[in-house]
């Protein structure tokens, strides 16, 4: 059975840690989603539910705009926008995560084959958007008129986020760690000369990490540096790069505490 308040406890750990914007959006949707659900009105529950999903897959499409710049560049000559909307969008600098919405959210989707996402499970995240355009016409009919309709269009939606953040935990991982590697050796990281502040504002703040991939972070596997590094590390470098992490999973500890 479908617990709403697991669905929403779910986003949040999938949602950016601190994105004002977001916050505000998400926070004005949950009630809607809930209190629909409690008076059985699955389908303006699910209307809510694919909002929050679709601000999700915003959020990733954005972060892979910050992290795979160039590859995102390439992509993006195929994208388009709405009529009217070119001068709204300017995919070499998107400020906010919403001005991904005006284009259309099949094309946003498509997006999510830099994080090598299966065509298939693309595919079929197009097709829920398309299944949420069809509810949204007065056509006379409710197509999610019982929970169990209710719980197979959402374990849907579970399935794709599924699928993305299989390929995301290995994207961020890689990213981390390459952040770990380079503080190590140059004692900093683009402006940054201390660690707490590039996981606090760097990826927090600035890469709008989530809840989530903080976790892939603490999870990373320190020996991919320490044996892919020539000339190999000193004792002292191992135990600073060992520093470094235990720093980065006691930030995170804090924030799933707070």
Same mark, same amino acid.
């Given at each position: =059975?479908?617990?709403?308040?697991?669905?929403?406890?779910?986003?949040? $750990?999938?949602? %950016?840690?601190?994105?004002?914007?977001?916050?505000?959006?998400?926070?004005?949707?949950? %009630?809607?989603?809930?209190?629909?659900?409690?008076?059985?009105?699955?389908?303006?529950s699910y209307?809510?539910?694919?909002?929050?999903? =679709?601000?999700?897959?915003?959020?990733?499409?954005w972060?892979?705009?910050?992290?795979?710049? /160039?590859?995102? =560049?390439?992509?993006?000559?195929?994208?388009?926008?709405?009529?009217?909307?070119?001068?709204?969008?300017?995919?070499?600098d998107?400020?906010?995560?919403f001005?991904?919405s005006? !284009? %259309?959210?099949? +094309?946003?989707?498509?997006f999510?084959?830099?994080?090598?996402?299966?065509?298939? +499970?693309?595919?079929?995240?197009?097709?829920?958007?398309?299944?949420?355009?069809? !509810?949204?016409?007065? /056509?006379?009919?409710?197509q999610?008129? $019982?929970?169990?309709?209710?719980?197979?269009?959402?374990?849907?939606?579970?399935?794709?986020?599924?699928?993305?953040?299989?390929? =995301?935990?290995?994207?961020?991982?890689?990213?981390y760690?390459?952040?770990?590697?380079v503080?190590?050796?140059? /004692?900093?990281y683009g402006?940054?000369n201390?660690?707490d502040?590039?996981?606090?504002?760097?990826?927090?703040?600035e890469?709008?990490?989530?809840?989530?991939?903080?976790?892939?972070?603490?999870?990373?596997?320190?020996?991919?540096?320490?044996? /892919?590094?020539? %000339?190999?590390?000193?004792?002292?470098?191992?135990?600073?790069?060992?520093?470094?992490?235990?720093?980065?999973?006691?930030?995170?500890?804090?924030?799933?505490?707070?």
């Amino acid at each position: =059975m479908v617990d709403i308040e697991q669905i929403i406890d779910e986003f949040y $750990s999938l949602l %950016p840690i601190k994105d004002d914007e977001v916050a505000q959006y998400v926070s004005s949707v949950f %009630p809607s989603i809930q209190n629909s659900n409690n008076n059985e009105q699955y389908q303006f529950s699910y209307f809510g539910v694919h909002l929050i999903f =679709m601000t999700y897959v915003y959020c990733i499409v954005w972060q892979i705009s910050k992290l795979s710049q /160039n590859r995102f =560049m390439d992509t993006a000559v195929f994208a388009r926008t709405y009529n009217g909307c070119e001068e709204k969008l300017k995919f070499h600098d998107i400020k906010s995560v919403f001005n991904l919405s005006h !284009m %259309p959210e099949t +094309d946003i989707i498509n997006f999510l084959c830099l994080l090598n996402v299966d065509a298939s +499970d693309i595919g079929q995240a197009r097709k829920l958007v398309k299944y949420r355009n069809e !509810m949204a016409h007065a /056509n006379g009919k409710i197509q999610i008129a $019982s929970l169990n309709e209710f719980e197979t269009a959402i374990k849907e939606i579970q399935s794709i986020i599924k699928c993305i953040e299989k390929k =995301m935990e290995l994207y961020i991982k890689e990213y981390y760690g390459n952040v770990l590697r380079v503080f190590l050796l140059e /004692n900093e990281y683009g402006d940054y000369n201390n660690w707490d502040d590039i996981v606090n504002e760097h990826l927090v703040v600035e890469l709008s990490f989530s809840k989530r991939q903080l976790e892939y972070c603490t999870n990373f596997g320190l020996t991919r540096i320490k044996n /892919n590094i020539e %000339p190999r590390l000193t004792r002292e470098q191992i135990i600073a790069l060992n520093e470094l992490h235990t720093s980065t999973v006691e930030y995170y500890t804090e924030i799933i505490e707070a």
